[in-house]
């Protein structure tokens, strides 16, 4: 029962898979390994895919996975195994939370936890802040200085700042518009 | 009733559509959505969500979807949040896999996705700042950022224990206070 199987495999890699979306690649290897529904170089082109379309990366490479493996119901079936287990834990934790968040223990260590939170998430953000604007990707495949710095990268990024700190527009739009001055400016 | 479970659908189907990247990229949008517009939370509790989010199984932005869905309205609450964070990646996945396997290698798609990539780390820097007023309130804080940050760059440590060591730094520091204080 292939359906099961997948349920099954993707349950796991949301149980055992910690932190972000790319978290979940190795399980996903080693279920190519194990059950040959897809190929290393088709994994390969879904994290590609993944990447470049909207939704969390987590879940667009249990959806393709799942698609590819049974069609439209694998695709569900892969999501929902994947999220199951976060579910489970999140309502517990989340339970343990409101019973204890006036804990003198427990909100000292959110004092520690919340700044190491913010910590990780500007970690995140350097890492594609040297994708996007400044192109450590580019400059590492050529070792040429001048690919290090996208100029038109640059002056997107300060017209964006500028407008998103002087204006209420939704985030939204700001990505509508970037995605159009990177397809006008060829980036 | 039903209305608030549909407006929690929604929102966070809202949500998923417009993150593109990691469950980071989802930050600047929740922010927006739920914090600003719908007070479903606060600056300190998205923080909470992601630490915790980065430590317990489950990639983040399911994690964090779950706990504002479950806060709002319970266990279904949860599911209904998470159901609509997943639904346009169902959606697009399946009609791109299914019409446009090459959709990755398109110009335009990679011409418009390095500018998007632009659009969202400046949207994340401006979130992570936003996070950072209401965390780094003290001199402990701002050396527990920084410590976080710079082994997160630069070196290949887990999450997990991460997370684990700021929680105990946080009793050890708030302890020795009262300690003092007493």
């Known amino acids: 029962m292939i359906y099961l199987q997948l349920f099954y495999e993707f349950f796991k ?8 979306g790319l978290a979940t690649l190795p399980f996903l290897y080693s279920m190519s390994d194990k059950t040959g529904w897809f190929t290393y170089g088709q994994l ?27 069609g439209i119901p694998g695709s569900i079936i892969a999501t929902l195994g994947l999220v199951a287990p976060a579910i489970v834990v999140i ?20 004092y520690g936890l919340r700044p190491a939170s913010v910590g990780m998430i500007a970690a995140a953000f350097v890492s594609v802040l040297t ?37 209420k527009w939704h985030p939204a739009f700001f990505l509508l518009g970037s995605a159009i001055v990177g397809i006008i400016f060829q980036f | 009733m039903k209305n608030e479970y549909l407006d929690l659908f929604l929102t966070f189907a809202r949500i998923g559509g417009l993150t593109f990247g990691g469950g980071y990229a ?5 922010q927006r959505e739920v914090v600003e517009k719908r007070g479903w939370a606060t600056e300190n509790e998205l923080s909470d969500y992601y630490a915790i989010g980065q430590c317990t199984p489950g990639i983040i932005a399911v994690n964090v979807a779950t706990f504002i869905g479950n806060k709002r309205k319970g266990v279904l609450g949860g599911i209904i949040a998470t159901f609509g964070v997943v639904f346009p990646s169902l959606v697009i996945i ?46 402990p804080t701002g050396i527990i950022f920084a410590l976080v940050l710079l082994v997160t760059v630069f070196l290949d440590v887990s999450p997990v224990i991460l997370v684990v060591a700021a929680g105990i730094a946080g009793i050890i520091v708030q302890g020795t206070r009262k300690a003092v204080k007493k």
């Not at chain 1, 890699?13 to 972000?20: I, M, N, Q, S």
């Not at chain 1, 895919?49 to 698609?67: H, L």
């Not at chain 1, 934790?93 to 959110?110: D, I, M, P, S």
């Open chain 1, 131 to 167: 994708m996007s604007v400044i192109r450590l990707d580019l400059f590492q495949i050529s070792g040429v200085w001048t690919d290090l710095f996208s100029i038109p990268g640059i002056l997107l990024a300060a017209v964006v700042y500028v407008l998103t700190n002087k204006t």
């Open chain 1, 44 to 70: 390969a082109d879904m994290v590609a895919i993944s990447e470049s379309t909207p939704g969390p990366i987590g879940i667009n490479m249990a959806t393709y996975v799942g698609f590819t493996t049974a």
């Open chain 2, 26 to 30: 989802m930050l600047p949008i929740l």
């Open chain 1, 91 to 110: 309502i517990i934790v989340a339970g343990f939370l409101k019973k204890f968040q006036n804990n003198q223990y427990v909100q000292n260590v959110f």
């Open chain 1, 13 to 20: 890699t949301g149980l055992f898979a910690v932190g972000g």
């Open chain 2, 94 to 139: 399946t009609l791109i896999a299914a019409f446009l396997q090459n959709f990755a290698d398109l110009e335009i798609v990679k011409h418009a996705f390095a500018g998007v990539r632009v659009g969202v780390c400046v949207l994340v820097f401006n979130a992570v700042v936003k996070l950072w007023k209401k965390a780094v309130i003290d001199i």
